[in-house]
């Protein structure tokens, strides 16, 4: 059965796969203080453009939000995140876990506005009662979004700056950062990126690696004792170069950028096969995921034959579901969806 249900049912790209095997019999030190995580870190850094910029391996998207989170935040304070951000709709609560709330704002088409932002962080400081409230710590917004969109360089930095006025870290979540990135009208890079956010992650997990997180602190200093922390959380593997023995395949020969590029490629091959047909989107998406609004005995009987996600309700017996391609997307894929369709 073809499957558009995600970006992360596949194994691995073969290139990582060679290179785990390639070094499976290495003995590398435990807890990613091996060569080979050195390595991936240091071809990150060179990717950015960051020779000092620090870098963390973790496993999986929600430990990686809910430990880098919590290691940036007092315990009086809580996480800024718009409505259908991932962290307040995805995770199951585990930023709340951590005792941290999320203070959410109305979003726009899945994306923080930074007029919305100052207006809240402006109302905050004037209210003579806020030391009686959750202290606004941090700012967390996903590139691109949960609901497909990105944002532009000019949106990015306007909130950077409602940031730094406020002294308030900015957290880029990256989980499908590459499919941000390799989007048709995204003026956005890895290296302009790393200078307007304090920390960002870059998702393996989705983009090709069995598993893993590159957690990037570029504008602020990591914790002191972030690998503790990481401890506590469970979020330190003991065999470390796992992660990095993939993440050095993933940026080698921009890897990592062509296998987004793939996935953005045959998105749009399935968004046009939809606009062909006559369907109606529920929002305009340049990236991997793609909200098709279908009739519900469509979604039924397409539903016996392909894999995909009923996203919500839509007036008229109608239902938004999301249809994801991901960098082993084939064409093969793409024309049986068009053949069942």
Request: net charge negative; hydrophobic share 40%.
């Amino acid at each position: 059965m073809v499957s558009f249900e995600c970006d992360y049912n596949n194994g691995a790209h073969p290139k990582v796969l060679e290179n785990l095997i390639k070094h499976n019999d290495a003995r590398p030190t435990p807890y990613g203080f091996d060569e080979f995580s050195e390595r991936a870190k240091k071809r990150i850094r060179e990717a950015i453009g960051m020779p000092d910029a620090q870098i963390f391996f973790l496993t999986g998207g929600t430990q990686t939000n809910a430990t880098t989170i919590d290691s940036m935040l007092y315990q009086y304070e809580g996480v800024i995140c718009v409505d259908s951000g991932h962290i307040n709709v995805h995770e199951a609560g585990a930023v709340e876990f951590t005792e941290h709330k999320i203070i959410t704002l109305p979003s726009k088409e899945g994306k923080m506005e930074a007029r919305t932002l100052r207006k809240y962080l402006d109302d905050f400081y004037h209210d003579g009662n806020r030391d009686h409230a959750v202290h606004p710590g941090l700012v967390y917004i996903t590139f691109p979004t949960e609901l497909g969109t990105i944002y532009s360089a000019r949106e990015m930095d306007d909130i950077y700056n409602v940031c730094r006025y406020y002294d308030i870290p900015l957290y880029v979540d990256g989980a499908r950062l590459g499919y941000g990135l390799m989007a048709e009208g995204c003026d956005i890079t890895m290296p302009w990126l790393a200078r307007h956010c304090d920390v960002f992650y870059i998702g393996g997990t989705k983009i090709g690696a069995l598993c893993g997180e590159a957690v990037v602190f570029c504008g602020r200093q990591a914790h002191k004792h972030f690998f503790s922390i990481q401890k506590q959380h469970g979020a330190v593997i003991a065999k470390g170069a796992l992660i990095g023995l993939q993440f050095e395949a993933l940026f080698t020969d921009d890897l990592y950028f062509k296998l987004a590029r793939h996935a953005i490629e045959k998105a749009m091959l399935m968004k046009q096969v939809f606009k062909e047909k006559g369907y109606e989107f529920w929002l305009d998406s340049p990236t991997n995921q793609q909200f098709v609004i279908l009739p519900d005995a469509t979604v039924d009987e397409l539903a016996k034959r392909m894999e995909f996600t009923h996203w919500g309700q839509a007036e008229g017996h109608r239902t938004i579901c999301r249809f994801v391609t991901s960098w082993a997307t084939t064409d093969d894929d793409i024309n049986e969806l068009k053949r069942l369709l």
